[in-house]
């Protein structure tokens, strides 16, 4: 694939002078320059990694891993990982009274594509495998990297302190997919990666490249395409050209593999019909709805996905316009687009919104302080937060039902917040531009 298609005739970035559109080019590795305040950040960091074995003395990690290693080795011994789940749910769903109160087994579904990298992996020494962790915990962490890149400085100094937790509260909510060992963690973090070069440099090609990929494992990456699209000018072809190959690649497997792939999708809509994960997006949560009142879901929460998502949409297209015309910056601008981009993919699993732990913290911050003193609205930050979190460890759907709204609460806050510093920059631009009148 020609990496000239992935690029825009003007790869340069937009400049520093239109409001701070471009992130600069010094790292911050979120630690502050004040040697307690670092000193007091680095033990936060070493309590935290000193805390994870006594987390998986309790809780095994890895549960997303095993799906992955059943699936192995269902294609070494020449099976099918896609029916071979199909059974397991089958199975599971006929005796009910067995296990009343367990949870439904989870089934390898991702594309039929990975499955010759399965066969490739399992080739390999089983002492490989251990490599894959120390790739995944960078991956968490340039996840958590990227989104203090949206904190201004004089926000730093209250971030840095929430950055070793960040990874604990995906969605702002507690709860533990970090342990899962999902290869969701490592795409986001390798695609967000490429985001900053883009947002930094102007130039986008590693992130065509990373989402295309990521695209092969799970398709609704594609959504995050809209990031260039938003944050960049001249990135419609480039855009367009990716989301047609990723398209492509999806359909690829049904001329290749066809009973394979109809394997592949029965495993999918059996992840719906029988375990109902349906993810707390607001066309997920519309969905579990209709499912639990035995109502068909799949064509009202396709609808239902096209009224909010088709808006959603057009919001962040009028905010990228401002964006691009200097009427907020970059940072003010990163946190509302990645939640909103985020909410475009029709199902949001725990993992999907991991790296949204900061900027919506930050869009909080941004929100409640324009209103109030820096005291006051770390003290209501801190009660909405502890009140969410009561009420979403209690229950795992009572979780989702609180993170769905919390999204959309947040991403509108954060867009009237941006639409009024947007007005307060035009009206400032008028100003300068208005004729001085002599005075004698």
């Given at each position: 694939?020609?990496?000239?298609?992935?690029?825009?005739?003007?790869?340069?970035?937009?400049?520093?002078?239109?409001n701070?559109?471009?992130?600069?080019?010094?790292?911050?590795?979120?630690?502050?320059?004040?040697?307690?305040?670092?000193?007091?950040?680095?033990?936060?960091?070493?309590?935290?990694f000193?805390a994870?074995?006594?987390?998986?003395?309790?809780?095994s990690?890895g549960?997303?891993?095993?799906?992955?290693?059943?699936?192995i080795?269902?294609?070494?011994?020449?099976?099918d990982?896609?029916t071979?789940?199909?059974?397991?749910?089958?199975?599971?769903?006929?005796?009910?009274?067995l296990?009343?109160?367990?949870?439904?087994?989870?089934?390898y579904?991702?594309?039929?594509?990975?499955?010759?990298?399965?066969?490739?992996?399992?080739?390999?020494?089983?002492?490989?495998?251990?490599?894959?962790?120390f790739i995944?915990i960078?991956?968490?962490?340039a996840?958590i990297?990227?989104?203090?890149?949206?904190?201004?400085?004089?926000?730093?100094?209250?971030?840095?302190?929430l950055?070793?937790?960040?990874?604990?509260?995906?969605g702002l909510?507690a709860?533990?997919?970090?342990?899962?060992?999902?290869?969701?963690h490592?795409?986001?973090?390798?695609?967000?990666?490429?985001?900053?070069v883009?947002?930094?440099?102007?130039?986008?090609?590693?992130?065509?490249?990373?989402?295309?990929a990521?695209?092969?494992?799970?398709?609704?990456?594609?959504?995050?395409?809209?990031?260039?699209?938003?944050?960049?000018?001249?990135?419609?072809?480039?855009?367009?050209?990716?989301?047609?190959?990723?398209?492509?690649?999806?359909?690829?497997?049904?001329?290749?593999?066809?009973?394979?792939?109809?394997?592949?999708?029965k495993?999918?809509?059996?992840?719906f019909?029988?375990?109902?994960?349906?993810?707390?997006?607001?066309?997920?949560?519309f969905?579990?709805?209709?499912?639990?009142?035995?109502?068909?879901?799949?064509?009202?929460?396709?609808?239902?996905?096209?009224?909010?998502?088709?808006?959603?949409?057009?919001?962040?297209?009028?905010?990228?316009?401002?964006?691009?015309?200097?009427?907020?910056s970059?940072?003010?601008?990163?946190?509302v687009?990645?939640?909103?981009?985020?909410?475009l993919?029709?199902?949001l699993?725990?993992y999907?919104v991991?790296?949204?732990?900061?900027?919506?913290?930050?869009i909080g911050?941004?929100?409640?302080?324009?209103?109030?003193?820096?005291?006051?609205?770390?003290?209501?930050?801190?009660?909405?937060?502890?009140?969410?979190?009561?009420?979403?460890?209690?229950?795992?759907?009572?979780?989702?039902?609180?993170?769905?709204?919390?999204?959309?609460?947040?991403?509108?806050?954060g867009?009237l917040?941006?639409?009024?510093l947007?007005?307060?920059?035009?009206?400032?631009?008028?100003?300068d531009?208005?004729?001085?009148?002599?005075?004698?």
């Amino acid at each position: 694939m020609p990496t000239a298609l992935l690029e825009s005739s003007d790869t340069t970035p937009l400049p520093l002078a239109t409001n701070h559109s471009a992130l600069p080019e010094k790292l911050f590795f979120g630690l502050p320059s004040n040697p307690r305040s670092r000193r007091i950040v680095l033990i936060l960091w070493l309590l935290v990694f000193a805390a994870m074995p006594v987390w998986i003395a309790f809780d095994s990690p890895g549960w997303d891993l095993d799906v992955c290693y059943s699936a192995i080795r269902s294609v070494i011994a020449g099976g099918d990982p896609y029916t071979d789940g199909i059974a397991m749910l089958q199975h599971f769903h006929a005796q009910p009274a067995l296990h009343p109160e367990a949870t439904p087994p989870f089934i390898y579904v991702y594309s039929p594509l990975t499955l010759p990298f399965l066969r490739v992996i399992g080739a390999l020494p089983i002492w490989l495998g251990g490599l894959y962790w120390f790739i995944y915990i960078p991956a968490v962490l340039a996840q958590i990297w990227v989104g203090l890149q949206a904190a201004e400085g004089s926000e730093r100094r209250y971030f840095v302190y929430l950055a070793p937790l960040a990874a604990f509260f995906p969605g702002l909510l507690a709860d533990g997919t970090v342990l899962s060992g999902n290869v969701a963690h490592i795409l986001y973090g390798l695609i967000l990666l490429a985001a900053v070069v883009g947002w930094r440099r102007g130039s986008w090609r590693w992130f065509y490249i990373a989402t295309l990929a990521a695209s092969c494992i799970k398709a609704p990456f594609l959504m995050l395409l809209a990031i260039p699209l938003l944050s960049a000018r001249r990135q419609w072809l480039p855009t367009a050209i990716t989301g047609s190959l990723g398209v492509a690649l999806f359909a690829l497997p049904s001329l290749i593999w066809p009973a394979l792939f109809k394997h592949y999708l029965k495993a999918v809509e059996l992840m719906f019909s029988y375990s109902h994960d349906f993810g707390c997006s607001p066309s997920g949560l519309f969905s579990d709805f209709l499912w639990s009142q035995g109502v068909p879901y799949a064509r009202p929460g396709f609808v239902f996905y096209l009224w909010y998502a088709i808006p959603l949409f057009l919001i962040l297209l009028y905010l990228s316009k401002s964006f691009l015309r200097g009427g907020f910056s970059i940072h003010q601008w990163i946190p509302v687009l990645l939640t909103g981009v985020v909410l475009l993919n029709p199902r949001l699993i725990e993992y999907d919104v991991a790296a949204l732990a900061l900027p919506l913290a930050l869009i909080g911050w941004r929100v409640v302080s324009s209103c109030t003193t820096h005291r006051k609205a770390i003290i209501v930050l801190s009660v909405l937060f502890v009140i969410a979190n009561c009420f979403a460890v209690h229950r795992w759907e009572l979780r989702k039902m609180i993170d769905g709204p919390l999204l959309v609460l947040f991403f509108m806050a954060g867009s009237l917040n941006l639409l009024l510093l947007s007005s307060e920059s035009a009206a400032r631009a008028r100003q300068d531009q208005e004729p001085r009148v002599a005075t004698v």
